[in-house]
């Protein structure tokens, strides 16, 4: 409730500066290394920082591209050759002059500042044929081999390969196929079909270069099989198979020293500059020095912990943020009027159409000539405040203000008419990461001051308006901050992260996109590298196209679909004449068609297939690498962004929620500040607020200050009650669960987590009517229950076929009507609409029209009379007709009332001032929709959370009344059943 004097204070201070980052991350660079295989030479050049003595390298087997094809390209080599460099250069000429093929060579040494480095690639040894591909197609008895002869690379380039030969295909059956050495083809597709009885054939391609170096590729056919391949522990046959790779990898490691890291720590991009341990004085106040070093960010980080004379342990934890620049920069034309979070708020009035002068004056400069940019963005609310037009809100600039020698001050014409902008100034030089010189800020148009009704202070409540002198707002959004210094308190982090779980939940795991997607129809394109040879035509690319649905209830949605006229395109838009035509096999749900497409430059390429699904799937080829990317993708219905109104209806939820915000309809709304805020603070309170509405509109920026005062109550922490439904569940059952505080009324906004072996299975939160459900896994559970002013709540069930029990035996606190009031304490356990019967007549409260009074429960005339009464008082004239002059009287002004309110309803109605629909959610019967616990409880009909249904497709339903036809789903989120629509 004030300052606490003897808190143990934990102050750290870190430095941030990206500009450091650049030359400290240089120092974990290991190099290059430049290697030469030519003509019996095969050496290597290492470039990068001063080295402490010598490189060196080692010849290693060819280690491929882990993976399980052959290459039959790799040296013979089976062992390390070792190689003793000198300063930069090692030489391994005379150790491989009896080899060829490819290798891996590993290059290492250490920098004069202690990092030891390797780097590995692959090369071909000198004498090495340039590099062979083979791949084959085989069904039944035919077979196509495709061969291709090309240069080996890496990231860094092509080594040089001699000219080939010629290449030949023995087929295994004493047939050949051969490309001669009067051709000048790099490639080549052919077939062959076997005849006779032998089932079995050793196929070998074998490619001669024009220095007599011969490379061989062999594999096993057998038809109605496929080809053969070795496993590591048993092998298999399949329809295809490839050799060869022409692309070599390389990778580089490095081992900092400890003077690195240090150099690292003290001279990087982030540095502990301090941290100490004190003790907070009378005032509650530590004081603690740090002098920059560097340019850049500093972060004070503060934890504190006291002990209470109760015993208990107080934590508390802060921070704030500066910039500390080389130079500086001040704005003048502008009035500096508070602080928000330590960042200036300005005021201005501009003339009519917005325009005012802005001078900029840099001091501290080390340079003569330089550039400050300054910039204006205002601060658009328009999804906030729609009735005010989109010109209003102004558009953001930037100026670049050029500085010479002897120049002090520039001044700058810039408009501003939005009532909320933020204003930067900064130097920053060419290639830096950080400015030399900054200044940021806000900028209020023409403010008014704000009216505050009510303490400020931590869980306290204060009514946000405009100073009642001037025109009221009908709308009106405002924050605030302390004035020096972030307090991370003010932020509510909780609403934030509830909007994330609900936005992420309602797009990915309610039962709303469930349905959603259970109607939902896909078009779906694949598109990939393939070699084919189609009637002795060639393609390299093969395309899919397929028309889905999510499950068989959209079966019925499924659109006429024949993607025949489907269209490829390059990216200069020429149409792509396919090798073969789109066209679909019997047995199959998709559409094929295949594209020779570039194969010496990669492209980009759009197939477009005019089915309704999408503006056309764009995708990338690489013909060197032989593959696609992005060429899986799809389309589907009920793909629509979000509406003007939802965006609305999101912002209009998080700003209701938030602490430090105050968001209203109309013209005040109350700020709540969390309640671990400062309790002594000097508060900036800044607002834009609209007044008028539709296209009389308009908006002010206002602002105010307040000094935050203790809370006179402050609130205490609860404990929470959690209730199940239904109250025995079994392993695969839809589980609610009811969250309620002390005085059992719902809780909303809590994290609830479901942990089972260490892992998280669910991570929800609960609703506004403090509920959450999830289905319910077998095994030992651990239930979380924590957030807000609560004792965090965890009960440890067990879970298997005969039903649940706690780890000490007993059975679930159960909620079996799920009206969030355990049974223990509900009176009516299996009605949702009741919990208390206060006079003990049998009759619940909210349907006792007299819960009080254990003789009346109706008053079926409405005239405050129990029914009972009224029929005991039939027995006696006199008082009856003074009963009847008082019900006529009473029938009389009721009737006038009605009559005088239908007349003033409908005068309001044609001055257009009744009506507030647009305020109110629209409901309908269909399954997007959302009512409310009260409405779904009243509903005739309407299934109670605790009736369980039947698992269908994953989904819980429920047919109710049975026989009825009317379906109902359980809303994942609730646990409540929702109408399926």
Known sequence: TGPV????????????????????????????VEITSELGTLTGEYSGAELDGDISAIISPYSGHDDERKYPQASSLTWD??????????????????????????????????????????VPLPGTSGCTVSEGHGY??????????????????????????????????????????????????????????????????????????????????????????????????????????????????????????????????????????????????????????????????????????DGE?????????????????????????????????????????????????????????????????PVDLSVAFPDIGEDDWGEAESHDLEFQLGDTTRTQEVRIKAPLSMIAALVLEEGELFPTALHVGFILNDPESLEMTGALGPGQTTNIALDSGNESATRILALATPRNGFDPATIDFSAFTELGYVQAREAFGGWIPVEKELVSVCERMEAWHEERWDDGQHSNVRISLRQEANNRYASSGLLAYDPSNAVLTDSEGNTLTPVSDWNKEDWEDRYYANFKLDED??????????????????????????????????????????????????????????????????????????ILSSPNGDYTVIAVAQKGSGDNATMVAAFGSEISVPNPEPPQQENLTLSFSP?????????????????????????????????????????????????????????????????????????????????????????????????????????????????????????????????????????????????EGTTSSSPNLMLIGGAVAAVLVLLATLVMVAMWRRNRDDEGEWATDELEPEHSAGSDQQMDAEQMFSA???????????????????????????????????????EWG
Not at 6 to 24: F, N, T, Y
Not at 289 to 299: E, F, R
Not at 351 to 358: Q, R
Not at 646 to 670: H, N, P, Q, R
Request: glycine share 12%.
């Open 140 to 309: 039944g008895q035919h077979v196509d081999i495709g061969w291709r002869y090309d240069t080996f690379r890496n990231d860094e380039g092509e080594f040089d390969k001699p000219d080939l030969s010629h290449v030949v295909v023995d087929w295994g059956d004493g047939f050949t196929s051969e490309r001669g050495n009067e051709s000048d083809s790099q490639e080549e597709w052919w077939g062959h079909d076997y005849e006779g009885e032998q089932e079995e054939f050793d196929i070998t391609i074998t490619f001669f270069d024009e220095d007599g170096n011969e490379v061989q590729h062999s594999t096993t056919f057998t038809v109605h099989k496929g080809f053969w391949h070795d496993g590591e522990e048993e092998g298999w046959f399949e329809g295809y198979f490839q050799m060869g790779e022409c692309y070599l990898r390389t990778d580089d490691s490095a081992i900092p020293s400890a003077l690195i890291i240090n150099g690292f720590i003290t001279d990087g991009p982030v540095e502990v500059m301090d941290e100490q341990i004190l003790t907070s004085d009378n005032y509650g106040e530590i004081s603690m020095t740090a002098t920059p070093t560097l340019p850049g960010a500093y972060i004070s980080i503060v934890q504190t912990k006291v002990v209470r004379s």
């Open 313 to 377: 342990t107080l934590t508390g934890m802060g921070m704030n943020v500066v910039a500390a620049t080389e130079a500086s920069i001040s704005l003048g034309g502008l009035t500096e009027e508070t602080t928000l979070a330590g960042i200036p708020v300005y005021s201005v009035q501009p003339s009519g159409g917005g325009l005012t002068t802005i001078s900029v004056t840099p001091s501290g400069m080390a340079e003569d000539e330089f550039t400050v940019t300054l910039a204006i963005m």
């Open 727 to 871: 109250p025995n569940p079994k392993p695969g059952d839809t589980v609610q669960i009811s969250v309620t505080d002390e005085a059992n009324q719902p809780v909303p906004g809590l994290s609830v987590l479901l942990v089972k072996d260490n892992l998280t299975l669910v991570a929800s939160i609960s609703n506004d009517n403090g509920l959450t459900s999830f289905v319910l896994p077998a095994g030992t559970l651990h239930i979380w229950v924590s957030g807000g002013n609560y004792y965090p709540a965890h009960l440890t069930i067990i879970v298997t076929d005969d039903g649940v029990l706690t780890d000490d035996g007993e059975e679930l606190p159960a909620d079996s009507d799920g009206d969030g009031v355990l049974d223990a304490d509900d009176e009516f356990p299996d009605d949702p609409d009741e919990f208390e019967d206060s006079d003990g007549d049998g009759v619940g409260d909210n349907a006792d029209a007299f819960p009080d009074d254990p003789d009346e429960t109706m008053d079926s005339d409405g005239d405050g009379v129990g029914d009972n009464a009224q029929q």
């Open 5 to 32: 004097q003897g808190a143990e204070v934990d102050v750290a201070i870190l430095r941030i500066s990206p500009q450091q980052a650049e030359s400290a991350i240089g120092q974990f660079d290991p190099g290059d």
């Open 601 to 674: 430059d990669e492209g980009t390429y759009t197939l477009t297939s005019n089915a309704g699904y999408g503006d056309g799937y764009e995708f990338l080829y690489y013909p060197h690498e032989y593959r696609t990317d992005n060429g899986e993708q799809e389309f589907c219905t009920g793909d629509e962004e979000m509406t003007d109104d939802e965006i609305f209806d999101l912002v209009d939820d998080l700003f209701s929620t938030l602490d430090s915000v105050a968001w209203g309809i109309g013209s005040s709304a109350d700020l709540r500040l969390p």
């Open 81 to 122: 050759i070792e190689i003793a460099g000198v300063d930069t250069l090692w030489d391994a000429s005379d150790s491989v002059s009896s080899l060829s093929g490819l290798v891996d060579v590993t290059t290492s040494g250490t920098t004069e500042h202690g990092l030891e480095f390797e780097i590995m690639k692959q």
């Open 940 to 978: 005739p009909g309407w299934p109670a959370p605790s009736v369980q249904g039947h698992m269908q497709d994953g989904y819980e339903v429920i047919e109710h009344p049975e026989g009825s036809g009317a379906w109902y789903y359980r809303e994942q989120s609730t646990g409540e059943w929702m």
